[in-house]
């Protein structure tokens, strides 16, 4: 069965505030996941010693990587990934739209890559959505247009993922589940699943979205010590077939 994570990974700072490439890869590897979706990498950033985090990750877990950066500022970059040991394809990736009236807010993207699982083709994209509510809705509006999920090559199945900074009652979350479904209230067996902050959860922010086609078998967010610590969001794990 396919297991799929979605990790706000902190550009690999831990909430000891110790940067660490290697233990978020720890605990991915741990997981033993078929797909993972990254948010907050740092690549060639002075920040965090200059390295490529989304290729250093993908290396340890042995996986194909795609790296879309939100934001760059001369060689610095900063952004989201999608790492897969299945076989795969770049579709899209691009900047989101921001709020008009607050021009100075951090850049946010998306990136679409298709999957084959079992010779079965599966869209998965990820995606930050931003802090400010008028922001969120307006980039969610976008990736539940034609751009994204509307798009004639996302044919189902798919899945959207990634930290969506918003909860199961915002206006984000009434615009996605218009067309796909929350991944946590059709899984077979119920854990608990809430991701912010990591040491002590209460939020549900972090989401997986499916379309029909998916069927779900668990999600949960593990809370073992090195997920309490590595990042400030826990992993967000999902366990899935492919069923059309």
């Known amino acids: 069965m396919p297991r799929i994570v979605t990790y706000n990974v902190h550009r690999c700072v ?19 996941p078929d797909i993972v979706a990254l948010q907050e990498l740092d690549v060639g950033r ?18 194909a ?8 500022v001369e060689e610095e970059r900063y952004g989201d990934a999608i790492l897969t040991r299945l076989p795969e394809r770049l579709v899209k990736a691009a900047t989101l739209p921001g709020y008009e009236r607050m021009r100075a807010l951090e850049p946010r993207g998306a990136l679409w890559i298709e999957v084959e699982v079992d010779g079965r083709p599966l869209q ?18 976008h990736l539940a247009g034609p751009a994204w999920l509307e798009h004639p090559d996302c044919r189902w199945p798919a899945i959207l993922l990634g930290d969506f900074n918003a909860t199961a009652s915002s206006v984000v979350y009434r615009t996605l589940t218009r067309q796909l479904r929350p991944a946590r209230n ?13 040491p002590l959860p209460v939020l549900r922010i972090d989401h997986h979205f499916v ?4 069927e779900v078998e668990d999600v949960f967010a593990p809370f073992d010590p090195p997920c ?5 969001h ?6 899935f077939e492919v069923v059309r």
């Open 234 to 239: 826990l992993p967000l794990v999902m366990d």
């Open 46 to 63: 002075r920040r965090t010693g200059g390295v490529d985090q989304a290729h250093e990750i993908a290396q340890r877990l042995d996986m």
């Open 186 to 198: 059709l899984a077979r067996r119920k854990q608990p699943s809430s991701t912010f902050p990591s």
């Open 211 to 214: 379309s029909p086609g998916i």
């Open 14 to 32: 831990g909430n000891d505030r110790r940067l660490d490439v290697g233990r978020i890869a720890d605990v991915l590897a741990s997981l033993d």
């Open 124 to 141: 998965i994209i990820n995606t930050h959505l931003g802090l400010v509510p008028r922001e969120q809705q307006i980039q969610a509006a």
């Open 65 to 72: 990587h795609h790296f879309h950066p939100a934001m760059q």
């Open 228 to 232: 309490r610590v590595a990042s400030d």
